[in-house]
């Protein structure tokens, strides 16, 4: 009896407010239920964004090779986030020597400029090269010997590639008709731990 006492009253209430104030109070209930539905949303996006998974290319979503992403907060997720090792790299000296004329001592993989310098002067003379002195040094890089009809030129860069291709544009700047590659190497660094 409450039940229809209270739906009737309802109705009463409904049908003595004007027509227009009457839709401004369905505009705000669709606004607030629009309001609600948008909040809801939000929420389940950020809990989804927290569940991600991180897996390489090619492999399904769920894969034992899928991990976390690196998205994830830990400090909500309750893990706890891996420890990186220090990764130590130990530096790479090379060293070109050379007579001057036509004899070079190369040397590659060496812990210091100073030993490489040493080494590759001694390597030098070891070919019979008389007076030999360091014509380059160079650490964790590459370097290349083009020769040309009118003499060398030494290059370093990154990679083997980038110090061919300057040695070859110094080598034909120079006038040289013909260029050659006579030694390319890197001496790189290697990872101490």
Same mark, same amino acid.
Request: glycine content about 8%.
């Given at each position: 009896?409450?039940?229809?006492?209270?739906?009737?009253?309802?109705?009463?209430?409904?049908?003595?407010? $004007?027509?227009?104030?009457?839709?401004?109070?369905?505009?705000? &209930?669709?606004?607030?239920? =629009?309001?609600?539905?948008?909040?809801?949303?939000?929420?389940?996006?950020?809990?989804?964004?927290?569940?991600?998974?991180? @897996?390489?290319?090619?492999?399904? !979503?769920?894969?034992?090779?899928?991990? $976390?992403?690196?998205?994830?907060? $830990?400090?909500?997720?309750?893990?706890?986030?891996?420890?990186? $090792?220090?990764?130590?790299?130990?530096?790479?000296?090379?060293?070109?020597?050379?007579?001057?004329?036509?004899?070079?001592?190369?040397?590659?993989?060496?812990?210091?400029?100073?030993?490489?310098?040493?080494?590759?002067?001694?390597? @030098?003379? &070891?070919?019979?090269?008389?007076?030999? *002195?360091?014509?380059?040094?160079?650490?964790?890089?590459?370097? *290349? *010997?083009?020769?040309? =009809? !009118?003499?060398? =030129?030494?290059? =370093?860069? *990154?990679?083997?590639?980038?110090?061919?291709?300057?040695?070859?544009?110094?080598?034909? !700047?120079?006038?040289?008709? !013909?260029?050659?590659?006579?030694?390319?190497? @890197?001496?790189?660094?290697? &990872?101490?731990?």
């Amino acid at each position: 009896m409450h039940s229809v006492l209270g739906h009737k009253l309802i109705m009463e209430l409904l049908n003595s407010i $004007p027509s227009c104030q009457r839709k401004i109070l369905s505009h705000r &209930r669709r606004d607030m239920r =629009n309001e609600i539905m948008a909040a809801v949303l939000l929420l389940m996006a950020s809990n989804i964004a927290l569940a991600q998974t991180a @897996c390489p290319q090619g492999v399904a !979503s769920g894969s034992a090779q899928c991990g $976390p992403s690196s998205q994830v907060d $830990p400090e909500h997720t309750g893990a706890s986030a891996p420890i990186k $090792p220090n990764i130590i790299w130990a530096d790479s000296w090379g060293a070109i020597a050379s007579d001057g004329v036509s004899t070079y001592g190369i040397v590659t993989d060496f812990p210091s400029k100073r030993k490489a310098r040493k080494a590759a002067i001694e390597e @030098c003379k &070891r070919r019979g090269g008389g007076r030999c *002195v360091s014509a380059r040094e160079f650490v964790n890089q590459c370097a *290349v *010997v083009v020769a040309g =009809n !009118s003499g060398t =030129n030494i290059v =370093n860069a *990154v990679t083997v590639e980038r110090a061919t291709e300057l040695a070859m544009q110094d080598c034909r !700047s120079q006038g040289n008709t !013909s260029c050659w590659t006579f030694w390319s190497g @890197c001496s790189l660094a290697w &990872r101490v731990q």
